[in-house]
Structures are given as C-alpha cells and as structure tokens.
C-alpha cells in the first residue's frame, strides 16, 4: 500500500513535472512570437527597404542626401552621365558616396524603347530599337568605368532606363548578369528572400503618393518579410514623377523610427546579402 502510494506520488511528480514544462515552453513561445529561423530574415528585421532615386537629379544632391544623411540612413542613386545634375555637380557625386551611399549604374545616355506607348520623348539616337547588343555593353561598361573614377568602387548595382531589358527584340540581362550582382527593374512587387530575382528586382514608382500610403507599402513588407524598393524621381520637384518633401520625409521618419524592424540598406548591400543567405544554404 505504501509502495502503491510512493509510486502513484512519483507518477503525480512527473506529471507535474511534465505540465510545467511544457507550460514554461507555451510561455517563452508567447513571449517571443517572432523568434525563429526565418521570422527576421533582413538582416535580423521583418523586412528590408531600399530607397532608390533615379537619374542624377539636383534636388537629389539638395534636398535627399541632407535629410538621408540627418537620420543615418544610406540610399542608392542611379546616375545617368548625361543628365545635367550629373555633369555640373560631379564632386558632389563623389562627396555621395563617401557618405556610404551607392552611385548605380543607369548607362550614360538612358536608352529606352522609343516605340512603346507614351515613349514620344525618346530621342530617335537612344532608342533602343537602334541599338545593338554591342553599343548597350559597351555603354554600360563605360558608364560603370566613370562611376569608378567618382566613388574608387568596382561593385554596383544597375538599373535598366525605363525598365527595358531588350535592345530590339534580344534581351541584354544576360549581359547585365555578367556585369552586376543584381538590377533594379521596374515592376511594382514585393519579394521575399527565398523568392526574389536579383535582375528583375521589383519598385514601386513614386508619384504624387502620400507618406501614409508609402508607410503601409513598408508596413506591408513587414508583414510578407519582403524587400520593398521605393522608385523616386522628383522629391519636392524637378520631374513629372514626383513625390514632396513633407510626404518624403514622412516616410524616412517611419523608417528611422522602425529600424529595429526595418532594414534600410543600399541595393548593393541587399544585393550582396541575398547572395551570402543562398550560399549559406
Ligand atoms: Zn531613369
């Protein structure tokens, strides 16, 4: 009876034992819901966001890189060397990239296909349909040769002018491929790190959109652990496609604000650590 009674208190204590424990487990599991192998896969943040500013604009030189730079977060300029706020203002490309941010590759003279719809302002001399394979390596080879002597750096992503990828009816991504560790299309979509295509990598263009909707894009991000890539042009003027700068700053406050969660990264540093996370694997 008395052996009975040890071990009924014996099997009562394991159970105990037992409950607790997967009581203390259920526990740390609600303390920490987002722990886990692929809960922060950013860098250790739910998502990543690239601000991308395309082609050599000055408000870009007076207005973003200020306020960038205020808040210690870096972004990728994509330069086109023909644009005027390029030519005029090249010291201060170079001061850009000393800063930490990124001078992409855009060519030299932004061909794009003339003959789509809405395309009337391609000159016929940088239609793509005009080009051949040869003229747009070489372009972007040499495009890539003078950002060197601006920033000293041989790495950097590229963006294709327009978000065209065929010189007539031949694809140059291949050569792109060959070139840079990644390229920035232009295709509204979030991608994850398992699921993106880093010479197809998606933006959301920029254009009268308000910090609230530019926020819950991030917050959508967070959401999917996707990188979200904002295109802007203008930022309180100078291009058609423009964002302003009360609405531009909106946006960069979140992200500051957000940075234990959100990874604010130049594309070449996304770049680089979507190549090291596959390698890993
Ligand atoms: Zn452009």
């Known amino acids: 009876m008395l052996m009975k009674s040890n071990r009924t208190l014996t099997e009562c204590g394991w159970q105990a034992l037992l409950r ?3 009581l203390a487990i259920c526990l740390v599991a609600a303390a920490h819901p987002v722990q886990g192998q692929n809960a922060r896969p950013w860098n250790g943040r739910l998502c990543a966001v690239v601000l991308t500013y395309d082609d050599a604009l000055n408000v870009h030189l007076d207005q973003v890189v200020p306020v960038l730079d205020s808040l210690g977060l870096k972004g990728t300029f994509y330069l086109s060397g023909f644009f005027p706020g390029f030519k005029a203002r090249i010291k201060e490309w170079s001061a850009v990239a000393r800063e930490g941010h990124e001078l992409g590759n855009h060519t030299l003279y932004h061909p ?3 003959k789509a719809a809405g395309r009337e302002w391609v000159p016929p ?3 793509l349909n005009r080009y051949t394979l040869r003229r747009i390596v070489d372009e972007v080879v040499m495009a890539s040769a003078m950002l060197e002597a601006i920033d000293g750096r041989t790495l950097r992503t590229f963006a294709y002018p327009c978000g065209d990828r065929k010189v007539g009816d031949t694809s140059y991504v291949g050569e792109v491929m060959r070139l840079f560790p990644g390229a920035r299309g232009v295709q509204g979509k979030m991608q994850t790190l398992d699921a993106i295509d880093l010479y ?4 959301y263009m920029i254009s009268g959109q308000s910090g609230e909707e530019m926020i819950r894009l991030v917050k959508e991000g967070e959401a999917k652990h996707a990188l979200v890539v904002f295109l802007f042009h203008g930022v309180g003027g ?3 496609l423009n964002v302003s700068l009360p609405d531009h ?4 406050s979140f992200l500051k604000e957000t940075e234990k ?3 604010v ?3 070449l540093d996304v770049c680089k650590y979507v190549k090291e996370a596959r390698e890993s694997r």
């Open 20 to 22: 607790c424990t997967v």
């Open 112 to 114: 794009c296909e003339g």
């Open 125 to 127: 001399d940088y239609d």
């Open 200 to 203: 197809d990598i998606g933006s």
């Open 238 to 240: 100078e291009h058609a």
């Open 249 to 252: 700053w909106k946006l960069l």
């Open 261 to 263: 969660d959100v990874w």
């Open 265 to 267: 990264a130049t594309m």
